[in-house]
């Protein structure tokens, strides 16, 4: 009996696997042919880039979300000549079209994993790819088959790879990878579950191995008592999965009847098309970034407008929360933000859209004529002052009136702004010319903690339930019970079971989750007593602290 290996790693998708390991196999023979000619080599060149363009497009038009998202890059990547025409001159100049490709993609791929951005390094894996691509089309190597119900056990996958084959019953194991890269993102969409950041190890193949979720493990050749313990977590977890799913299409309430708003998080308007309306009580926050982080360039007003309007079409008159582009920091938008030293601290959300008024200029009004198809809230991101929102207020009013003049029809929006800066958690009633306020907790426990979203090292410190952060947010949900304003919490927190009773306790009220969570968070409420009085310990004291400490600032503001 071969001794049992466990391997810790990091979560990038919940789940439990058992199954043999697949390693990954090295999927291009360099069997390629040299051509007679420099010409024949270019046209052969060619011909495989047009052959993995065509296999591109064909996923694409199967692909919904960033699925799409992700191939559409790589297509746009596969359609531009730049790659080719660069690899040309080298096959002009003596090399064979594969050796030109492989230069050129790696040089490519080399400036992208150096960059500081994450966003940018997860870009790499997707030039990789289609380097593969058009490699394999190329040499003709066939393209890896995965057997089904098998752990998969590699460096990293490939966005494309991953996307062709189907996962059920099995899982990823990756040696690299990132919890924020794209496979990661695609294994949670898709409920695949996966560990990243597992390092080296020496694994045979075929070997029996069960991955473990909840333990963040991936252990191979378990023991029988071991295998006898991951089924028992494996059974608890699919009944807690069942369980959730009886919650989707039920309204959300506390053991002791407290009735909480539970809404969802979006970015590509075609996700709606998964989610039932009655699932949920609107959008929370729908973040439109993902429209301007197209190869293609920043978007116009038409393309905004038709995304927004899909959007309030589906919703059916139930609130829905588009957020204005909030670019910078961990979301760096090609052609829109800025190179900077520490992107977090600097030109992004807000800041960086009042300072592009051209650019902002579109999003606001196709936001004004989406208004009129239902019941559009906007949410500014990243505001620190309240003079962003009288500017930004101010701006929807001037177009607002352009619209008018041209007879177009609009609507104005009720303006809201994300608690997501420490200085409009500690203050709220700066800002009382917000409709709405809603707690971004990614930002606010990132800045509350000084410890940065994106780094997987600083994942223990960076917690939404430090008790500053829950101090911040009970003060914020104070401050809308008390003045009548909309309270909600659209960061990950919201989703995570092990936090929302300490922020129910905390006084929010309404929740805007991942559509995979909503079952899952509605069970999770289903199990809280708040009690008869809603107003916890923690509520009460984060209130009387903040309200006894700042209430020079709080009269001085009201004057
Ligand atoms: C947040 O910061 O919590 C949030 C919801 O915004 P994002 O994650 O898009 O920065
Ligand atoms: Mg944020």
Same mark, same amino acid.
């Given at each position: ?5 466990? =391997? ?16 990954? *196999? ?29 296999? /591109? ?51 490519? %791929? ?15 894996? !997707? ?23 098998? =752990? ?27 919890? /924020? ?7 949670? *969409? ?9 390092? !080296? ?14 333990? *963040? ?25 069942? @369980? ?43 973040? /439109? ?43 760096? =938008? @090609? ?41 559009? +809230? ?16 101010? *701006? ?12 177009? #029809? ?22 009382? +010319? ?30 939404? $339930? ?6 911040? %947010? ?6 809308? #019970? ?26 929010? /009220? ?6 995979? @969570? ?8 289903? $199990? ?8 916890? @310990? ?17 009269? !001085?503001? +009201?004057?």
């Amino acid at each position: 009996m071969p001794t049992p290996l466990e =391997i810790k790693g990091q979560l990038a998708s919940e789940g439990f696997a058992a199954g043999p390991i697949w390693l990954a *196999q090295d999927r291009l023979v360099p069997s390629y042919e040299r051509k007679d000619t420099w010409q024949a080599e270019a046209q052969a060149l060619a011909d495989c880039v047009a052959t993995a363009s065509g296999q /591109t497009a064909e996923l694409v038009e199967n692909a919904q979300g960033d699925a799409a998202d992700i191939l559409e890059f790589q297509l746009a990547m596969l359609e531009d000549d730049t790659f080719v025409e660069a690899a040309t001159e080298l096959i002009e100049a003596g090399l064979g079209a594969d050796m030109a490709w492989r230069e050129v993609l790696d040089d490519e %791929i080399a400036g992208y994993e150096a960059s500081d951005d994450e966003y940018f390094r997860a870009r790499a894996a !997707d030039l990789r790819d289609v380097k593969d691509r058009v490699l394999v089309a190329l040499t003709g190597a066939a393209v890896e088959i995965i057997p089904k119900g098998s =752990i998969y056990l590699a460096d990293d996958i490939a966005p494309s790879l991953f996307l062709s084959h189907d996962w059920s019953g099995g899982g990823l194991a990756l040696r690299d990878g990132s919890v /924020t890269g794209h496979v990661a993102m695609l294994a949670r *969409q898709r409920g695949i579950p996966t560990l990243v950041g597992l390092g !080296d190890f020496v694994c045979p193949e075929n070997v029996s191995a069960l991955l473990h979720g909840g333990l *963040q493990t991936l252990i191979v050749s378990p023991s029988e008592q071991i295998r006898q313990q991951f089924d028992l977590a494996r059974m608890e977890f699919d009944a807690a999965r069942l @369980r959730a799913q009886n919650f989707s299409d039920r309204p959300a309430v506390t053991d002791d009847g407290t009735a909480i708003s539970v809404m969802v998080n979006i970015a590509d308007p075609a996700e709606v098309e998964n989610i039932p309306i009655q699932h949920v009580d609107g959008v929370g926050l729908m973040r /439109t970034e993902f429209l301007f982080g197209h190869a293609s360039g920043l978007p116009g007003e038409e393309i905004q407008y038709l995304a927004y309007k899909k959007v309030l079409d589906w919703s059916r008159g139930k609130p829905v929360t588009i957020r204005t582009v909030d670019a910078g920091g961990d979301k760096p =938008i @090609r052609g829109f933000t800025e190179d900077e030293m520490n992107p977090f601290l600097g030109m992004r959300g807000i800041r960086l859209t009042l300072k592009n008024p051209d650019i902002f200029r579109l999003q606001i009004r196709a936001l004004l004529r989406a208004g009129v198809h239902g019941q559009l +809230k906007v949410m500014l991101p990243m505001v620190a002052v309240p003079e962003e929102l009288d500017e930004t207020i101010k *701006q929807f009013e001037v177009e607002a009136s352009a619209l008018a003049q041209e007879g177009v #029809a609009y609507q104005m929006p009720k303006i809201g702004i994300m608690v997501e800066i420490p200085s409009v958690a500690i203050l709220p009633n700066r800002f009382s +010319k917000a409709s709405f306020l809603s707690i971004g907790s990614n930002d606010l426990t990132q800045y509350v903690l000084a410890a940065s979203r994106d780094n997987g090292k600083l994942a223990d410190l960076a917690k939404a $339930d430090d008790p500053a952060v829950l101090a911040l %947010i009970a003060n914020v949900a104070h401050y809308g #019970a008390k003045h009548g304003v909309d309270v909600s919490l659209c960061g990950d927190a919201g989703s995570d079971v092990s936090i929302i009773p300490k922020l129910l306790q905390a006084g929010v /009220t309404t929740l805007s989750v991942a559509a995979s @969570r909503i079952g899952l968070v509605k069970s999770t409420i289903a $199990d809280i007593d708040l009690g008869s009085d809603r107003k916890s @310990r923690l509520f009460d004291e984060a209130h009387a602290d903040f309200s006894h400490k700042l209430g020079v600032l709080h009269s !001085d503001n +009201k004057k």
